[in-house]
């Protein structure tokens, strides 16, 4: 399996400030015939199923705000958010899906100082 | 609009059965992966397997493979995941989701949508 090791697991960051998030994989994920790295990032609020907020590590999903962006190749990756609001509160998981049994990173919780 | 809608939650005792199951609508269902994905509580998420309705290609996590069943029936458009005898630690709410439609990368890719979960509880 390829492991996803996120870090770091908690964050506090006040409103209006950058968030980043880590995303390290064991072996690269980046596909060198299409030159993609097959890596999205989620985001989960309380009570709700997790959404997809990045995928191919820096495509932003159609209707997420333009705050969250991703970034990184091979086997490290970034999600930031600029300028945190209040709703961005939540859990943010990095997924692999280039091996055939993909694997998520643990989670980082997301909070505001 | 594109929905995954999953079945309600089970209470069950240690040693039942279980399928639950997650129906597909306002998409062709033979046409995309659907997977399930794992959340214990206070936890996080863990990929279990994918399922191809049109043909019944599965693949598993080495994790759960063996300790559980991925199944389709697209006469009806629902994906299943069953065990034959559940354990208190099968405790967990489980996900469906579908492979993404901006995906064109076959068994590759990240989930779009997702269902509302279905909670199941195993205790004595």
């Known amino acids: 399996d390829i492991v996803m090791t996120q870090s770091p697991d908690s964050l506090a960051v006040s409103l209006g400030d950058r968030a980043t998030i880590n995303c390290k994989s064991s072996?690269?994920?980046?596909?060198?015939?299409?030159?993609?790295?097959?890596l999205a990032w989620y985001q989960q609020k309380p009570g709700q199923p997790p959404k997809v907020l990045i995928y191919w590590a820096s495509t932003r999903e159609s209707g997420v705000p333009d705050r969250f962006s991703g970034s990184g190749s091979g086997t490290d990756f970034t999600l930031t958010i600029t300028s945190l609001q209040a709703e961005d509160v939540a859990l943010y998981y990095c997924?692999?899906?280039?091996?055939?049994?993909?694997?998520f990173g643990q989670g980082t919780r997301l909070e505001i100082k | 609009e594109v929905q995954l809608v999953q079945s309600g939650a089970e209470v069950k005792k240690p040693g039942e059965s279980l399928k639950i199951s997650c129906k597909g609508s306002?998409?062709?269902?033979?046409?995309?992966?659907i997977g399930w994905v794992r959340q214990m509580p206070g936890k996080g998420l863990e990929w279990m397997g994918v399922i191809y309705p049109g043909t019944s290609d599965t693949r598993y996590s080495p994790s759960f493979k063996g300790q559980v069943t991925i199944s389709a029936d697209k006469s009806i458009s629902t994906a299943y995941l069953q065990w034959s005898s559940l354990k208190a630690s099968d405790t967990a709410m489980y996900f469906c989701?579908?492979?993404?439609?901006?995906?064109?990368?076959?068994?590759?890719?990240?989930?779009?949508?997702w269902g509302q979960g279905t909670l199941v509880t195993v205790s004595s």
């Open positions: 306002g998409y062709s269902f033979t046409n995309y992966w």
């Open positions: 989701a579908r492979h993404s439609g901006s995906c064109s990368s076959g068994v590759s890719c990240w989930f779009d949508p």
């Open positions: 072996q690269s994920v980046l596909y060198s015939s299409s030159n993609k790295n097959y």
């Open positions: 997924q692999q899906y280039y091996s055939p049994a993909n694997t």
